[in-house]
Each structure stands twice: as structure tokens, then as C-alpha cells.
């Protein structure tokens, strides 16, 4: 079990807040540095499981953590968990905390629990993939929609066109094959005008893209000119372990030569692109 430093002993006398108690000892409860609870602690324990919904099988290495406190632990390969001296308030007294567990190919479950002086409070988490089709979606058009099935994620059936179509993951769409042109930007079967101003419009962002990447560069290196404590720095392009002038001198020929390429390429798609619309 893992337990972070969110609980600890205070000096007597003194609170998180720079004020004098006449009270010896003193203990707190910190929340991000902050006291929550204040005067002699008393503690319980919280035990429980983590277990698939699908399954119905124990899950092993489940992160379970409280909302504050720190408190927090992994399950076993029993899927059990324990997290043990979890203050539960001034003596006699209960709190309440927000319990978590986690694990990757899951969502996550959040059960509150209230820990009682001296007892063990026993928590169960059923964690399921999915709750319904959104929570197995994978952003990709083409290999079809992913199915929540019984708090399952399905395999997505496959290529959602038809035989005769062609899938267009940028766009989200099926084309007919007859209809997969290269410049055909509009996707509208030919390639006209409108694909032109497309294409033009498209080397117009890349340009104005490049232009603010160049300028965020130049600024940082003229921010990074003049370290020299240690090797490795981001902006030491002649790897001489400082950044200086000779640094300044080879991003500019990069960015020259990054220019060039742009234009280079521009100029190519712009005559593909007029041989298309012959």
C-alpha cells in the first residue's frame, strides 16, 4: 500500500493557518496545505474489491484513492484492496471521503464512503468499458462504428462503405470509386474551379501556419541566447553545449530552407492541379 504525506503530524501549538492552540499534541488532516479537520484524530480502515462487469473476474493493480487526505493503494491479484489508519475525524467522530477506483480499459467508478472510528468499512467497484457507444468510439471513420454491448466495447464491424465506394477519413464520408479524383477537394465528382480555390485557400493556411511557427521559434531562441549550463539545451542547434549567435544563424538557414520546400511543393500541386482541370 501507498500512502502520500497528505496526513501528518503538526507541530503543537500551531496551526496551518500561523495561529496558536493551546493544545498538545495537535493533529490535522492537510488538504492541499490547508487544515480540514483540527484537534486528536481518530482513524478506520477501507477494504474492499475491484471487479470486471464483463467478466466477473478480479481486477489486479486497480488504482484505489480517496478525494483528499492522500490515501491510496493498489489491489492485489485478488483484486483487494486495503487502505489502513484513514482518519475518520475528531475522536468518536465520522468523515466522509470520495473513493476512486481506476484501471486502464475501464472507466472509472466513484463510491463515497464514510469511515467510522475503529471499523472497516467495506467498498465492492463492478467496473464496466462502457456505458454506451460514444465511451468505445476511436475517432476513426473508415474502420466503422465501435458497439457498447453489455458494458462492453464490440470490434467495430469493419469498412462502413460499400463495395462500390471509396472511404474518406477526412472528410467522414463514402464516395463512389468512379468519384476518387486526387484533386476532387470538394468531393463532388470532377474537378472544377471550386477545387482551385480549395487548393489555393489550403496553401494560403500552410503559408500563414509556417509563418507563426518561424516567428515563435525566432522568439525563443532569442530568449534561450546566452545559456550555457549544460548540454542538450533545445536551441544549441550546433550542439557546442550553449546557445549563441552561430545557433541564431543555422535556424535561419533552416527556416529559409523550410520556406523554399513550401514554395517548391505549392508550386507542383498548383500545376497538378491545372493539368486536372484540362
Same mark, same amino acid.
Given at each position: ?94 468523515? @466522509? ?58 470490434? @467495430? ?6 463495395? #462500390? ?18 484533386? #476532387?477537394?470538394?468531393?463532388?465528382? /470532377?474537378? #472544377? ?15 500563414? /501556419? ?25 536551441? /544549441? ?23 523554399? /520546400? ?17
Amino acid at each position: 500500500m501507498r500512502r502520500s504525506t497528505g496526513s501528518k503530524p503538526m507541530e503543537a501549538r500551531t496551526t496551518g493557518f500561523g495561529l496558536k492552540r493551546p493544545c498538545l499534541p495537535c493533529w490535522g488532516l492537510l488538504d492541499e496545505d490547508k487544515i480540514v479537520i483540527y484537534g486528536n484524530l481518530s482513524n478506520g480502515n477501507i477494504k474492499g474489491s475491484v471487479v470486471s462487469g464483463q467478466l466477473g473476474t478480479p481486477i489486479a493493480n486497480a488504482l484505489v484513492k480517496t478525494d483528499m487526505g492522500g490515501y491510496e493503494t493498489l489491489t492485489d491479484t485478488n483484486g483487494q484492496f486495503m487502505l489502513s489508519g484513514v482518519v475518520s475525524g475528531p475522536e468518536n467522530n465520522e468523515l @466522509s471521503y470520495a473513493l476512486t477506483a481506476s484501471v486502464d480499459g475501464y472507466l472509472s467508478r466513484t463510491e463515497d464512503v464514510t469511515v467510522i472510528d475503529g471499523d472497516d468499512q467495506t467498498v465492492e467497484f463492478i467496473l464496466v468499458q462502457c456505458v454506451n457507444n460514444a465511451d468505445c468510439d476511436n475517432y476513426i471513420f473508415c474502420d466503422g462504428a465501435e458497439q457498447c454491448i453489455d458494458g462492453a466495447c464490440t470490434a @467495430s464491424p469493419g469498412n462502413p462503405c460499400e463495395l #462500390d465506394e471509396i472511404c474518406k477519413e477526412a472528410r467522414d464520408l463514402c464516395i463512389s470509386e468512379e468519384c476518387d479524383l486526387e484533386w #476532387d477537394l470538394d468531393l463532388d465528382c /470532377d474537378v #472544377d474551379k471550386d477545387d482551385s480555390k480549395l487548393l489555393k485557400l489550403q496553401q494560403k493556411e500552410e503559408k500563414t /501556419d509556417l509563418k507563426n511557427l518561424q516567428k515563435a521559434e525566432k522568439t525563443e531562441m532569442k530568449a534561450a541566447i546566452g545559456s550555457s549550463e549544460e548540454c542538450g539545451l533545445k536551441w /544549441d542547434l550546433d550542439l557546442d553545449c550553449d546557445v549563441d549567435k552561430d545557433d541564431s544563424k543555422l535556424l535561419k538557414l533552416q527556416q529559409k530552407e523550410e520556406k523554399s /520546400d513550401l514554395k517548391t511543393q505549392q508550386k507542383a500541386e498548383k500545376t497538378e492541379m491545372k493539368a486536372a482541370l484540362q
